[in-house]
């Protein structure tokens, strides 16, 4: 019988010598959960921690991240606008997102789904 899942906790293993804090964006690198500093372009941004986990001193994929993969607000760098919905948006840092990729090196974040004054809604691409 298949099984079913309902709501938007998930559990990565992390990554060895990664430590994350609550809230903070989460992304997967080969298949193990790392942060923002630890990222790569080729990374998929996946959510946000629901709790903070410290894996420094712990082998790969010892440690478990709860991670929230609904959609996520963060701060607008100024270049998205309504007229982007629907558009990939990348980030500039934990906490910021642009449209422009600056040629591949920035981390894609997700679907916009939504532009407010005080910032940009996206979906994760898993």
Do not use: C
């Not at 899942?5 to 990554?15: L, V």
């Not at 080729?42 to 440690?63: C, E, R, S, Y």
């Not at 007229?83 to 591949?104: K, P, R, V």
Request: aromatic share 8%.
């Amino acid at each position: 019988m298949p099984a079913k899942r309902y709501g938007t906790k998930r559990a990565y293993g992390m990554k060895a010598n990664i430590s994350l804090i609550a809230h903070a964006p989460v992304f997967l690198s080969a298949g193990l959960a790392v942060d923002f500093a630890s990222a790569t372009p080729a990374d998929t941004f996946i959510g946000t921690a629901t709790l903070g986990q410290d894996a420094t001193g712990q082998p790969d994929n010892v440690m478990r991240v709860e991670v929230d993969i609904a959609e996520t607000k963060f701060a607008n760098s100024g270049d998205i606008t309504p007229a982007h919905i629907g558009n990939t948006a990348y980030f500039i840092d934990a906490n910021t997102l642009s449209l422009d990729n600056n040629g591949d090196a920035r981390i894609r974040g997700g679907t916009i789904t939504q532009v407010d004054d005080d910032g940009i809604w996206i979906a994760a691409k898993l």
